[in-house]
């Protein structure tokens, strides 16, 4: 059983956004049953989020893609959905030591697909910043044009929690 499996599969987890990180996650080359370590600075490189230092650059999502092949590539639809998803799962990572995508993206996934993803403290600092933000002010983030505030107000409650359970 996931560690997060309480937050994971509605407002966590649930998106497009989520799909198109767990296909991200797909192009890596996997052993039976050994975790594939991946930095989550890569991450951020991969999906063009190097650059993105600033919360405002956080808020309202644009050029937010990893290149799939040379000309084929998947946009992200609101960059906060996959930094949720990012912290969510590094959460897992931190109590279990890895996460079969099963169990992230249900039984569609090869079983023996399994990750562990490594975070400097650099990239935590600015994963607790964005979320902290967010959980302040959800309303600002592009998210709200499609979600309820009801809801938003809930996605941010649920980061508190998952921010609270992190021990970085």
Same mark, same amino acid.
Request: negative net charge; proline residues 2%; charged residues 30%.
């Given at each position: ?32 049953? *050994?975790?594939?370590? =991946?930095? +989550?600075?890569? $991450?951020?490189?991969?999906? %063009?989020? !190097? ?5 405002? /650059? ?21 960059? *906060?959905?996959?930094? =949720?998803? +990012?912290?969510? $799962?590094?959460?897992?990572? %931190?109590? !279990? ?5 099963? /169990? ?25 910043? =964005?979320?902290?933000?967010? $959980? ?33």
């Amino acid at each position: 059983m996931m560690y997060i499996e309480r937050w994971w599969g509605e407002y966590i987890g649930g998106t497009d956004d989520t799909c198109t990180l767990i296909d991200y996650f797909v192009n890596r080359e996997f052993e039976l049953d *050994i975790p594939t370590e =991946i930095n +989550v600075k890569n $991450i951020f490189q991969d999906f %063009q989020l !190097n650059n993105a230092r600033e919360i405002k /650059d956080i808020r309202q999502t644009k050029d937010i893609y990893f290149i799939i092949e040379k000309e084929f590539f998947q946009d992200i639809g609101c960059v *906060i959905n996959l930094l =949720i998803d +990012v912290t969510a $799962i590094i959460l897992e990572c %931190q109590k !279990n030591g890895k996460v079969h995508l099963t /169990d992230l993206a249900g039984s569609i996934m090869d079983k023996n697909a399994v990750i562990t993803l490594k975070v400097e403290k650099e990239e935590m600092v600015f994963l607790r910043g =964005i979320l902290e933000d967010f $959980i302040h002010h959800p309303l600002s983030y592009d998210l709200a044009e499609f979600c309820p505030e009801d809801d938003m107000r809930e996605i941010a409650n649920i980061c508190k929690e998952i921010l609270t359970e992190l021990n970085m």
